[in-house]
Every structure is written in structure tokens, then in C-alpha cells.
Nanobody, 124 residues
Framework: QVQLVESGGGLVQAGGSLRLSCAAS????????MGWFRQAPGKEREFVAA????????YYADSVKGRFTISRDNAENMVYLQMNSLKPEDTAVYYC?????????????????WGQGTQVTVSS
């Protein structure tokens, strides 16, 4: 079983940056694919970025491509989401998800474990 705890959210002006962190428990973290999703009020949870267990493969939603970077540190059981050039439409609760697997996964139903989320608010 994996427990996930997100941190790093906050209030930032448009054009600014934030770095989200996701701390994972468990000794087999390196066998888990990880992903970041977000959910705005009144909307469904949507895919943001995903990374394979080795970190060698990543995938991004078109809306964040070129602005966000997902990375992981398997020695520290951490996953990160560096968010640059933030826009008001990036405002949402951001969740980190995990599932066993070698590749990356794009759909929320493919993930078995979730954190509690961290709020990101981008003001215009």
C-alpha cells in the first residue's frame, strides 16, 4: 500500500511559479507510476502530467505542455510538479496519484492511490 501527501500549493499571481511535491510511503515506490491531476470547482478531475516508474517517460496534458514539468526522486520517494507561467485557469486542487506499472497512465480510474490534494490559486 502507498500513502501520498501533497504539499507546495498556494496563492500566486499569473505568470508566477510553484513547485508541488508529493511524498510517498512504502519501500517499493520505484515500482509505481505516478501522475498529477487537478480538479476545479464544479469540474471533473483532469489529467495534468504523468511519469513512469523510472522517470524515463513523461506525458503532459496539452494545456500545460511547455509550462509544467513532472519529475521524481526514487531514492527520496518523491514526485514533483514544477509549474511555470501559471494562468488563472490553472486554479484547482492538485492531486498526486500512484499505481503499479512501468509506463505512464493518463486516466484517473487507472490509479489506485491518491493524496488529499493541495490548493493552487492563480490570481489575474
Amino acid at each position: 500500500q502507498v500513502q501520498l501527501v501533497e504539499s507546495g500549493g498556494g496563492l500566486v499571481q499569473a505568470g508566477g511559479s510553484l513547485r508541488l511535491s508529493c511524498a510517498a510511503s512504502g519501500r517499493t515506490f520505484s515500482s509505481y507510476a505516478m501522475g498529477w491531476f487537478r480538479q476545479a470547482p464544479g469540474k471533473e478531475r483532469e489529467f495534468v502530467a504523468a511519469i513512469s516508474w523510472s522517470g524515463g517517460r513523461t506525458y503532459y496534458a496539452d494545456s500545460v505542455k511547455g509550462r509544467f514539468t513532472i519529475s521524481r526522486d526514487n531514492a527520496e520517494n518523491m514526485v514533483y510538479l514544477q509549474m511555470n507561467s501559471l494562468k488563472p485557469e490553472d486554479t484547482a486542487v492538485y492531486y498526486c496519484g500512484a499505481r503499479k506499472g512501468a509506463t505512464y497512465y493518463l486516466n484517473s480510474y487507472e490509479y489506485d492511490y491518491w493524496g488529499q490534494g493541495t490548493q493552487v490559486t492563480v490570481s489575474s
